[in-house]
């Protein structure tokens, strides 16, 4: 919300007991930005947030990236597009693809080439249409500009995907659990393409990371409601 709410949001951290936060990167945040003190502002995780519906992936020997939700310019999709479609290995490749699905009216989806290995479906999705494409998924891509969690994240998660992220607040929390994909050294389209090119030369690692169990095991439990539950009455206790 920006700065708009600041002053609104200071007398409410200042007269709760405890701030709960998703991430460890936004307890630094708040306690920086609202001089609250670290012993108020308790990190647990959100939880997962499963599809709703289940479907088989399709094999079309191809490698899906999906961008979906809501189309926001922090969410940087035009970051994406940049990257794809100005780099010939990448966009006029037929063993891959990309699928942006969601709402929005960015400036950057008039660019979106027609014909090429991009699927653009720019309307609001129903969450049966959002189960699909995740199932199609290979990669999820989030080189977010800015966000403390994400409930896409959370959502490719549960249904063990792989993500590409760029390096931006709860958006690496799974890596420090496991092995889940791929994280942005530098955010811009030139180090998201130089990462899909190294992606599409190894197909292998795709299959490691979609099959390691004991990786997903780690991400499950980390995620689980029913430990986060317990870390929540804990701290009212």
């Not at 990167?25 to 990190?43: D, R």
């Not at 939880?47 to 189309?71: H, M, V």
Request: proline share 4%; with cysteine; hydrophobic share 40%.
């Amino acid at each position: 919300s920006g700065r708009k709410y600041k002053k609104t949001y200071g007398k409410i951290y200042n007269l709760v007991d405890n701030i709960i936060v998703h991430a460890a990167i936004t307890k630094k945040e708040i306690c920086n930005e609202f001089f609250c003190p670290e012993s108020k502002v308790t990190v647990i995780p959100h939880g997962f947030l499963p599809a709703k519906y289940k479907f088989e992936k399709d094999e079309n020997n191809k490698i899906i990236f999906s961008f979906i939700g809501f189309l926001s310019g922090y969410k940087g999709l035009d970051i994406l597009l940049d990257a794809w479609c100005n780099c010939p290995e990448i966009v006029e490749n037929n063993n891959c693809q990309l699928i942006i699905a969601g709402a929005g009216d960015l400036p950057c989806l008039k660019s979106v080439p027609s014909g090429k290995n991009i699927i653009l479906e720019n309307y609001f999705h129903s969450e049966e249409e959002l189960a699909k494409i995740i199932s199609k998924t290979d990669i999820a891509v989030l080189p977010y500009r800015k966000i403390s969690q994400s409930g896409v994240l959370l959502t490719y998660l549960a249904e063990h995907i792989p993500v590409l992220v760029s390096n931006i607040g709860g958006l690496t929390q799974p890596f420090e659990i496991a092995d889940v994909g791929y994280v942005l050294e530098s955010l811009n389209s030139q180090c998201l393409a130089e990462c899909i090119k190294k992606i599409l030369k190894d197909n292998e690692r795709i299959k490691k990371l979609k099959n390691n169990k004991d990786n997903w095991k780690k991400i499950d439990d980390f995620y689980d409601w029913k430990n986060i539950g317990v870390k929540t009455v804990n701290l009212y206790m």
